[in-house]
């Protein structure tokens, strides 16, 4: 291990410009002669279209274009559209309706974008977008995807009978029913995982810049995966040849899956740049974020689990509905089958598993991956369902836990999943040891003597990143390969580029894929570049998400390091002559074996370059590029426990101790691995505690700012105690598993169990505020 390898606490590279103020986003960038942008927005959550009158918008101060979807139809732009396709259990394809980027007939939600203006100033793109008349014929709405497929309730889409997308179910209904039938205890639970909002600290926002001399666009975004934006926009969008459409992504200020999608601004402002004539810059404002940032989880949940005389799991039964919104944004339609349904195996040895899921329309935002993606809806349901089972049978939580892990692998689940690798029960040790969970007992009744009540929780999570292989995922539906790659340069004087398809939006990339890099040829990491974000610049990738980053991104970089070492070793060799199998890499040189024979890194590069003395045959230079296509998801897991104090009087909750005990397989670097962990953590705290998205009946969002919408604070969260154990993922060379959505995946549950397990009371929705709190207490007393 080098000073700034593999494993090595290494500072983040990146950061020095962050936090100096230096780093470069959308908002950042000015082209010559740039405009601004502003959307009109549907007030109405559905209605219908009558009229739309532009002139008095036209003739504002500064306006230069007002511009509506009959215009954009008339162009051919073509329909945003999922990019994963879903069929129901009787065969039937999932119901996508068409979502214009500019509606032109009805609205779906409020927020629906109707028109762009164009002008010269921000605040006068605003003032003219005020100025734009529409006359709507308001409909009938639905918010609740319980009521939804009601009969009688308003119907959203001609193409979706009753509302319904698609009735899609997993494993096997007659094996889990005959579990059912020999089981000596069934618990039942109804879950309800609540709708969230993303709020990245940098607002979605959008350049887009039409060159006519060159007959080519270029469209700066906030994306997480710049390549299929512009596979997207160019081959289903029609907004130009692919060929002709840069799509750069520079910094970004967070994702959290929010910004994987394709959506209308990006293809607006692009189009309305080639008919304005100008670069058309859109930065959405908060509340525009609040309402049209495809949110997160919405599910309603049935679940029930069969257990034998011996508290074995026999059979698990779910059903779930899926609220996907008014529109299917980009993945939509994987969230809550294959990366939902696909995990409710858990950490256990469930021999018979059957899950339904219907996926349903609602006059809301479009319901996407968010941080997780369907992880921390099976992982809510596993685990509230283990410690409701564990009360309801007056057993230990963690022994009944204990006593149903896989131990032995691979594992095949009914659900799809083959489990490589895992110690589940070392995570458990590390956890109750880290936690004191022996002596809970008397901190429970030193709580109780100041009036308080304390409660204990715990959840034992296990998600599924980096997916994989393409061809497994093209035959369960998706529209793309899920490979990664990567090109390795080393120029003339020894300095090195990666440049990787993976997207980097506080990940700390520029870091670890550099020591990944400084472990394999012992160059400095300063002497390190890492290129990303820009698809002129870099070979098509498949982007950031799903915790893919390291097992699949990096794994092409190693790929991409092979083909250059396997050609540094020939040079050298050649220069040093000795022979190619002696050559070994040390401290940035080239050495042979045994001697005090070597050529400085830099001088093997020169040599590559100059090409005076290179052995018969050789191509000069020094470059390298490798796509990598994984065998396998990776499946990192962990125990993760909470314990709260919750004052009666109040239902105030404090979180007093949280333990993470995770397995990541082989960690590049702990210190940012804890970060990623932290940052998870907060977010799951968060949804359990003080998220939720809500609409009232007609369709409004009540939570629509700041002001109404609880994000955490400093002051929610306590100091996380974290700790790793390893079991190396044997389906990727560098044996990792992926760390970014793991906080986020376990500790709903554990903190929905801490305060269950303090009140008494095993009914209690997220997000458990103190209302919700007080509420299960006075229930529980009555």
Same mark, same amino acid.
């Given at each position: 291990m080098g000073i700034e390898g593999v494993g090595a606490r290494v500072a983040r590279k990146e950061d020095k410009r962050f936090i100096t103020g230096a780093g470069r986003y959308v908002d950042d960038m000015v082209v010559p002669g740039m405009k601004h942008a502003a959307f009109v927005r549907s007030p109405h959550a559905h209605a219908q279209i009558k009229k739309i009158d532009v002139k008095k918008a036209q003739g504002m101060p500064g306006v230069i274009g007002v511009l509506t979807g009959k215009e954009l139809k008339a162009d051919g732009i073509g329909n945003l559209i999922c990019g994963w396709m879903i069929?129901?259990?009787?065969?039937?394809?999932?119901?996508?309706?068409?979502?214009?980027?500019?509606?032109?007939?009805?609205?779906?939600?409020?927020?629906?974008?109707?028109?762009?203006?164009?002008?010269?100033?921000?605040?006068?793109?605003?003032?003219?977008?005020?100025?734009?008349?529409?006359?709507?014929?308001?409909?009938? =709405?639905?918010?609740?995807?319980?009521?939804?497929?009601?009969?009688?309730?308003?119907?959203?889409?001609?193409?979706?009978?009753?509302?319904?997308?698609?009735?899609?179910?997993?494993?096997?209904?007659?094996?889990?029913? =005959?579990? @059912?039938?020999?089981?000596?205890?069934?618990?039942?639970?109804?879950?309800?995982?609540?709708?969230?909002?993303?709020?990245?600290?940098?607002?979605?926002?959008?350049?887009?810049?039409y060159d006519k001399a060159e007959d080519h666009y270029t469209c700066w975004t906030t994306s997480q995966n710049p390549h299929v934006a512009r596979l997207v926009m160019s081959a289903f969008y029609n907004v130009a040849p692919e060929n002709k459409l840069r799509v750069i992504a520079p910094d970004v200020g967070g994702g959290f899956g929010s910004k994987i999608y394709i959506y209308p601004e990006e293809i607006v402002?692009?189009?309305?740049?080639?008919?304005?004539?100008?670069?058309?810059?859109?930065?959405?404002?908060?509340?525009?974020? @609040?309402?049209?940032?495809?949110?997160?989880?919405?599910?309603?949940?049935?679940?029930?689990?069969?257990?034998?005389?011996?508290?074995?799991?026999? *059979?698990?039964?779910?059903?779930?509905?899926?609220?996907?919104? =008014?529109?299917?944004?980009?993945?939509?339609?994987?969230?809550?089958?294959?990366?939902?349904?696909?995990?409710?195996?858990?950490?256990?040895?469930?021999?018979?598993?059957?899950?339904?899921?219907?996926?349903?329309?609602?006059?809301?935002?479009?319901?996407?991956?968010?941080?997780?993606?369907?992880?921390?809806?099976?992982?809510?349901?596993?685990?509230?369902?283990?410690?409701?089972?564990?009360?309801?049978?007056?057993?230990?939580?963690?022994?009944?836990?204990?006593?149903?892990?896989?131990?032995?692998?691979?594992?095949?689940?009914?659900?799809?999943?083959?489990?490589?690798? *895992?110690?589940?029960?070392a995570s458990l040790d590390a956890a109750m040891q880290a936690s004191d969970y022996a002596g809970f007992a008397k901190r429970k009744a030193a709580a109780a003597n100041k009036g308080l009540l304390r409660g204990i929780g715990m959840s034992c999570y296990i998600e599924a990143c980096g997916i994989a292989p393409s061809a497994a995922v093209g035959s369960l539906g998706a529209g793309v390969g899920l490979w990664e790659s990567a090109e390795v340069r080393v120029n003339a004087v020894g300095t090195i580029e990666v440049l990787t398809g993976s997207h980097s939006h506080g990940q700390g990339h520029e870091t670890t894929f550099a020591q990944l890099v400084n472990e394999r040829f012992g160059v400095p990491l300063d002497s390190v570049s890492i290129v990303h974000g820009d698809t002129d610049k870099v070979q098509m990738g498949m982007g950031t998400y799903g915790s893919r980053s390291g097992a699949v991104g990096m794994s092409a970089i190693v790929k991409a390091l092979d083909k250059v070492e396997a050609k540094a070793k020939k040079i050298a060799a050649h220069l040093l002559e000795a022979d190619e199998g002696d050559i070994i890499i040390e401290n940035g040189a080239l050495k042979v074996a045994g001697t005090d024979k070597n050529v400085p890194w830099f001088q093997m590069a020169l040599a590559a370059y100059t090409a005076h003395n290179l052995p018969g045959g050789m191509e000069p230079g020094l470059k390298e590029t490798a796509f990598y296509d994984p065998s396998n998801f990776t499946f990192p897991a962990g125990c993760y426990i909470c314990e709260v104090e919750v004052d009666?009087?109040?239902?105030?909750?404090?979180?007093?101790?949280?333990?993470?005990?995770?397995?990541?397989?082989?960690?590049?670097?702990?210190?940012?691995?804890?970060?990623?962990?932290?940052?998870?953590? =907060?977010?799951?705290?968060?949804?359990?505690?003080?998220?939720?998205?809500?609409?009232?009946?007609?369709?409004?969002?009540?939570?629509?700012?700041?002001?109404?919408?609880?994000?955490?604070?400093?002051?929610?969260?306590?100091?996380?105690?974290?700790?790793?154990?390893?079991?190396?993922?044997?389906?990727?060379?560098?044996?990792?598993?992926?760390?970014?959505?793991?906080?986020?995946?376990?500790?709903?549950?554990?903190?929905?169990?801490?305060?269950?397990?303090?009140?008494?009371?095993?009914?209690?929705?997220?997000p458990a505020s103190p209302s919700t709190v007080w509420a299960a207490i006075r229930a529980t007393k009555h």
């Open positions: 069929h129901s259990k009787d065969g039937s394809p999932m119901k996508m309706g068409a979502w214009s980027p500019l509606a032109f007939d009805r609205v779906r939600y409020v927020g629906d974008a109707v028109v762009i203006v164009v002008a010269e100033t921000k605040g006068q793109a605003r003032d003219a977008a005020e100025a734009v008349e529409i006359t709507y014929k308001e409909l009938k =709405a639905v918010v609740d995807a319980s009521k939804a497929m009601d009969k009688g309730a308003p119907q959203i889409r001609p193409e979706a009978d009753n509302n319904l997308i698609f009735d899609w179910d997993i494993g096997n209904a007659d094996d889990t029913a =005959a579990a @059912f039938g020999k089981a000596a205890h069934v618990v039942k639970m109804d879950i309800i995982n609540n709708r969230l909002v993303p709020n990245a600290m940098e607002p979605r926002a959008a350049l887009g810049h402002c692009l189009w309305a740049s080639k008919k304005t004539g100008v670069p058309v810059k859109w930065v959405a404002d908060r509340t525009e974020s @609040f309402l049209t940032d495809a949110h997160g989880r919405d599910h309603h949940t049935h679940a029930e689990m069969a257990f034998d005389k011996d508290h074995r799991i026999l *059979g698990l039964k779910v059903e779930t509905q899926a609220n996907l919104g =008014a529109y299917m944004s980009l993945f939509s339609s994987a969230t809550p089958t294959y990366l939902y349904a696909t995990l409710l195996s858990g950490q256990y040895n469930i021999p018979a598993i059957h899950a339904n899921v219907k996926a349903i329309y609602t006059n809301t935002a479009p319901v996407d991956a968010y941080r997780g993606a369907g992880r921390p809806e099976a992982t809510f349901v596993m685990e509230r369902m283990m410690e409701t089972a564990a009360r309801q049978f007056g057993v230990s939580p963690a022994e009944l836990r204990r006593k149903n892990f896989v131990t032995s692998f691979p594992h095949q689940t009914p659900v799809i999943m083959c489990y490589d690798a *895992g110690d589940y029960a009666p009087e109040t239902g105030v909750t404090e979180i007093v101790q949280f333990v993470a005990a995770d397995d990541f397989g082989n960690i590049i670097n702990p210190m940012i691995v804890e970060g990623q962990v932290h940052g998870g953590l =907060a977010q799951g705290i968060g949804q359990a505690l003080l998220e939720g998205a809500h609409y009232d009946n007609s369709g409004q969002l009540l939570t629509a700012s700041y002001m109404d919408y609880t994000m955490p604070r400093a002051g929610d969260l306590p100091s996380f105690k974290v700790s790793t154990s390893n079991t190396p993922c044997p389906g990727n060379p560098l044996g990792i598993k992926g760390c970014g959505e793991a906080g986020a995946i376990g500790s709903p549950p554990a903190v929905i169990n801490a305060i269950t397990d303090a009140i008494g009371s095993n009914d209690l929705a997220m």
